[in-house]
């Protein structure tokens, strides 16, 4: 028996596959005709080289084929669909795969630029438009993905997207520099059942094939891509940055490269490896979905500019009540001193909301949502749900006390609480006084980001690089990344 080498890496025996095919796909659809198209054994199959691949076959530690660990990831299942194991992100809480894009040993698993993008997946839905009654994973499901979409394109993305109804699929890439790409084909796709997807994307060709067969393409080239702010929080498998915008389905054999696979290569892969996907929706024993290990569970990395427990003293923790919701309950007051010298300790307990996702907790004697920069809340850290905390020595007068969720609009660092209650900038505008910096920046360099700052004149850090444009790519505006007298723009990180 002779052994081959396949996309990802892995040793491969023909006769083995065939057997293991026909095991988990249980019961197949036009076998005969459809294992008669696979290669012959001794033709080597598809010989493209990945940059990574994840076949889902660890799914303790979700490591991916050449042992890159995941940064993050939580609430994942598994099931033996597929090519044997299947990546499942199907939760009614957040849930999220993140790898890097730049690993420390020096690899790349993921260029934007230029080069491809395969996998398969099945949705655990029907798209709107078919007889049974479909109706689409419901909201935006992100498949994979860097950075996040912003309306104005001010912070940066790269995915691939399906609408609401499922019944389209959308590439799109921002530059986080207000510039928006947008590819897209319809599709209409039934629950369980795998498709092939592969992106291949260069400066002068963008095509978006399914199934092995070209569903669209862009002969003018891909030339937005985002910067390296977005590309440092990492490749998400299933959802977007937060843990949201869930997939609701299955992944199998991911795999990335360097470069665009041709038309040839695309039908090859899809030839050699469909056999294994086709199944029936009806495979009951296979269909199991299994729960992953919850470790490291932990909240997916995002760009938090106010964040941690400022001035809330942890009490105790208790139990969780299940909610969508997020509300303050058991709240208990007790004072300290007297007349003038009298305080206030507060203490209550968070309860509804999600595993792992830090609230911030907002106090103001004023109950007001306003505009008005003299009626601001005051930040007091960050709880999480189930635990009592207390803030103590608060002035003994009338106290509000509201929760924000971890929603940002806008990406830039600022959740949409904090800025309608204590910064008061837009929550969807990144930049609310249009001077080309982010609020956020603004507000970790000192400044009023309500007020013009000529960003583009400022130099904090004497590199020789403005403000605007460090802040843009992701660059500390007060450490020097370029050397002093160098002239502006003599590093450009986005590639």
Request: with cysteine.
């Amino acid at each position: 028996m002779k052994t081959r080498i396949g996309r990802n890496g892995r040793s491969w025996k023909p006769a083995v596959a065939f057997a293991r095919a026909f095991i988990v796909a249980g019961c197949l659809f036009g076998a005969a005709s459809g294992l008669a198209q696979m290669p012959p054994p001794d033709d080597g199959g598809p010989t493209n080289t990945p940059l990574d691949s994840w076949s889902f076959q660890d799914q303790t530690n979700w490591t991916s084929d050449l042992g890159h660990s995941p940064v993050s990831f939580s609430n994942l299942g598994f099931t033996n669909l597929g090519d044997g194991a299947s990546l499942v992100v199907d939760s009614s809480n957040p849930a999220w795969l993140q790898y890097n894009v730049y690993e420390n040993d020096g690899t790349t698993n993921l260029t934007v630029g230029a080069g491809s993008l395969t996998f398969w997946y099945a949705p655990g839905w029907s798209s709107a438009d078919t007889n049974a009654g479909g109706t689409g994973p419901g909201d935006w499901a992100q498949l994979i993905n860097v950075g996040e979409w912003t309306t104005n394109s001010s912070y940066g993305y790269w995915g691939l997207s399906l609408d609401p109804g499922g019944t389209n699929i959308y590439f799109v890439t921002q530059d986080g520099l207000g510039d928006t790409y947008v590819m897209s084909s319809p599709v209409s796709w039934t629950t369980n059942y795998f498709h092939f997807v592969a992106l291949t994307y260069s400066a002068t060709n963008v095509s978006l094939y399914l199934d092995g067969q070209l569903a669209t393409n862009d002969a003018n080239g891909l030339s937005i891509w985002p910067g390296s702010n977005a590309l440092a929080g990492g490749i998400y498998f299933g959802s977007d940055t937060n843990g949201m915008m869930i997939a609701h389905g299955l992944f199998n054999i991911v795999a990335t490269y360097d470069y665009p696979l041709d038309s040839n290569d695309i039908a090859q892969i899809y030839t050699w490896e469909h056999g294994l996907y086709v199944i029936s929706p009806f495979n009951i024993p296979y269909m199991d979905i299994n729960q992953a290990p919850a470790n490291p569970s932990e909240a997916p990395a995002t760009y938090d500019i106010i964040t941690g427990s400022g001035n809330l003293q942890f009490i105790s923790s208790g139990s969780v009540i299940s909610s969508s919701n997020v509300w303050i309950t058991n709240v208990v007051v007790t004072t300290t001193g007297s007349g003038t010298n009298q305080t206030m300790n507060l203490q209550f307990t968070i309860q509804g909301g999600w595993d792992y996702l830090p609230y911030d907790t907002f106090v103001n004697s004023i109950l007001d949502f306003s505009s008005d920069t003299n009626k601001a809340w005051a930040w007091e850290g960050q709880g999480y749900h189930g635990n009592t905390y207390e803030i103590t020595n608060l002035p003994s007068t009338t106290c509000f006390l509201i929760l924000g969720t971890p929603q940002d609009s806008d990406f830039d660092g600022l959740t949409d609480a904090y800025e309608r209650l204590v910064s008061k900038t837009n929550p969807y505008n990144a930049d609310t006084s249009g001077d080309g910096i982010s609020d956020s920046d603004e507000i970790l360099n000192g400044d009023n980001p309500l007020s013009y700052n000529p960003g583009w004149q400022l130099d904090t850090d004497s590199d020789g690089l403005p403000d605007t444009y460090e802040t843009t790519v992701g660059w500390n505006p007060n450490l020097a990344e370029a050397a002093p007298g160098l002239p502006a723009y003599s590093e450009n990180p986005i590639q």
